[in-house]
């Protein structure tokens, strides 16, 4: 046995080992801890896997965005958990466990009887590369060949705010989302906020540029640039937009819209909807991920603020 | 050169694996949270360090070597600032809760 | 080289894996808090050896990730779900 194997055994215990204790907890906020740190671990899988760009998403929502969310709906259920604490019945838990384990065998059964080379597109898709100007072959699928999908995505997303926004009382509507964060300005919390965002940004920004040829890509970049503004907004330096500021509006449509317009103008001036003419591949796709960056950073932020709770003024 | 390049990587990797497995050591022996949070914030970032400095040799180029000092920044600050806060929630909630 | 690196990578992941086990025992959250920062230190060492070893040099670029965002489930857990942050400030 290689000591490579050995590394690949020792990493799949772990997580495999944390994922089972998450699930025999007991208690919510527990669980929820182990959630995250599982979501940080299953990124060096992804990496192991040479599957990058997965981890890179891995890494910025299951342990970063995911967590804030998971462990502040865990620590305000807290409260409420005791009194409502009640153990579902025998047959109840027996018909969850047998669900459980029949899509588990079933999910076996799948890859078990996969055909062996699995089938795949793989070549295809490094052959086309050309055709676009990006080295990235996970880019190329997302932008290019299957871009159709991608746009699809960004409009769930704005479907998605416009969900949480929608349990705004009518007095709140047209408020800022969430409540107004305080904590000491001069305080550890503040400080972090202001020494990590400046390179934070940076980072976004190289991780959206590097996507052309490299793992990474719009939704790495933008889930970083999310977390930096939620960090400002959680340290009460900047509060949040409010949902009826017409810029705001702009950036969150600005993503699927460009995107629309492109695919529109591939109809009307070449052959099909979303075909880039080859000699602007690049800077068409170009532009519609800084767009999307934009969206994407700011949708993310916004559904983890919440509902609009507070008129603009206050 | 190359030789004296891998020997820096060996004597610096494994001086970080040593205090990776100082810091474990502390978190299983330590009676308490704060002398845990602090086994666990010290020693772990120290020897995140000591394995930046093995793996600098190996970078490819002057980009990759800057990049791998951030990282290193970027974790010292971020376990600097929120042991602080969790020290803080910890004293204040007691122990036990 | 690359043996030596694999074997450090290997040994680091077991470390980690014995601190989360002392981690998550508990007994306070504080103390399970400290899973995200363990990982958040070691998890970086094994992905920046792994990104030496295996040649994919992104991997780095999974550390930095890792390294920005890995102190958010901590913010999270200071601020306990609330708006205010009463922990902070000189004290």
């Known amino acids: 046995m290689s000591i490579a194997t050995l590394f690949e055994i020792v990493l799949a215990a772990v997580v495999l080992g944390l994922a089972i204790w998450t699930i025999t907890v007991s208690e919510t906020y527990s669980a929820a801890v182990g959630f995250v740190a599982y979501g940080l671990l299953v990124a060096l899988i992804w990496v192991r896997l040479d599957a990058v760009d997965v981890a890179m998403t891995e890494a910025a929502i299951g ?26 019945g025998r047959v109840v838990r027996l018909c969850a466990a047998a669900l459980s384990a029949s899509i588990a065998m079933v999910l076996a059964v799948a890859v078990l009887i996969l055909p062996d080379p699995a089938p795949t597109l793989a070549p295809t898709v490094i052959s086309n590369a050309g055709a676009t100007g990006l080295a990235n072959p996970v880019t190329n699928v997302l932008m290019a060949f299957r871009a159709m999908d991608t746009m699809l995505e960004k409009v769930v997303l704005m479907l998605a ?33 202001r020494l990590t965002p400046p390179a934070g940004i940076v980072i976004g920004i190289y991780l959206l540029w590097t996507g052309a040829d490299h793992p990474g890509g719009a939704f790495q970049g933008g889930a970083v640039l999310a977390s930096m503004w939620l960090l400002v907004i959680m340290a009460g330096l900047a509060d949040t937009p409010p949902v009826s500021s017409r810029s705001l509006r702009l950036i969150l449509v600005a993503g699927p819209g460009v995107f629309l317009v492109v695919g529109l103008g591939g109809l009307c001036f070449g052959p099909a909807f979303l075909a880039y003419p080859v000699a602007f591949a690049k800077p068409l796709i170009l532009g519609i991920e800084v767009a999307m960056t934009l969206t994407i950073a700011a949708t993310l932020a916004l559904l983890l603020a919440g509902a609009p709770e507070r008129s603009a003024t206050r | 050169m190359s030789i004296a390049r891998d020997i820096m990587t060996i004597v610096g990797v494994s001086a970080g694996v040593f205090f990776f497995l100082a810091g474990t050591i502390g ?12 086994a666990l914030t010290k020693a772990d970032n120290l020897g995140l360090g000591l394995v930046v400095l093995g793996l600098l040799p190996q970078a490819g180029s002057v980009r990759d070597g800057l990049k791998l000092i951030s990282i290193w920044m970027f974790a010292l600050l971020a376990g600097a600032t929120v042991s602080q806060l969790i020290a803080r929630t910890a004293r204040q909630r007691g122990p036990f809760t | 080289m690359t043996e030596f690196l694999t074997g450090a990578v290997g040994l680091i992941l077991a470390i980690l894996a014995l601190g989360l086990v002392s981690i998550l025992r508990g007994p306070g959250d504080a103390d399970r808090m400290m899973a995200a920062q363990l990982i958040g230190t070691a998890g970086i060492a094994v992905l920046l050896l792994l990104g030496a070893v295996t040649g994919v040099p992104t991997a780095v670029d999974v550390a930095l990730i890792l390294a920005l965002l890995a102190t958010f489930a901590s913010i999270a857990f200071v601020k306990k779900g609330l708006s205010r942050l009463d922990t902070d400030g000189p004290g």
Do not use: K, Y
């Open chain 1, 63 to 88: 342990g970063g965005l995911g967590g804030i969310v998971l462990l502040g709906a865990a620590a305000r259920l807290r409260e409420s958990e005791a009194m409502t604490a009640e153990r579902p």
């Open chain 1, 161 to 193: 705010i416009v969900g949480v926004w929608s349990l705004a009382s009518d007095q709140a509507w047209g408020g800022r989302p969430g409540p107004r964060h305080e904590a000491d300005p001069n305080g550890v919390l503040a400080f972090l906020a």
């Open chain 2, 27 to 38: 978190l299983l022996r330590f009676p308490d949270t704060l002398t845990r949070l602090h």
